[in-house]
């Protein structure tokens, strides 16, 4: 299973942006569909983008379609989070996910690598 580290969280002003990124290590990264999700306090875990394999086939919930852009750079082992025009409903701390499978997937159990989550403050 590969091992995932989120880095690139931190405080930022509404309608600012941020650039997540996930490094993964001691597997094949470039057979994993990853996925952002991220958890703010008193909530469950949503799903917020996913990515496959080869990065042809994305999808995004719809809280942030047009403002969030999930990419990957296999030779890198990392993916990314871009967040733009951020929201303080965007307040959560946000997982890297792993799935050893070419399709894309937006369940949280569906995925069987975590990292350790990074926290988003947006402040209004």
């Known amino acids: 299973q590969v091992q995932l580290v989120e880095s690139g969280g931190g405080l930022v002003q509404a309608g600012g942006s941020l650039r997540l990124s996930c490094a993964a290590s001691?597997?094949?990264?470039?057979?994993?569909?990853m996925g952002w999700f991220r958890q703010a306090p008193g909530k469950e875990r949503e799903f917020v983008a996913a990515?496959?394999?080869?990065?042809?086939?994305?999808h995004y919930a719809d809280s942030v379609k047009g403002r969030f852009a999930i990419s990957r750079d296999n030779a890198k082992n990392t993916v990314y989070l871009q967040m733009n025009s951020l929201k303080f409903e965007d307040t959560a701390v946000y997982y890297c996910?792993?799935?050893?499978?070419?399709?894309?997937?937006?369940?949280?159990?569906?995925?069987?690598?975590w990292g350790q989550g990074t926290q988003v403050t947006v402040s209004s």
């Open positions: 996910a792993a799935r050893y499978t070419l399709s894309v997937a937006t369940a949280a159990h569906e995925y069987h690598s």
């Open positions: 990515i496959s394999w080869s990065g042809t086939a994305t």
């Open positions: 001691g597997g094949t990264f470039s057979r994993h569909t």
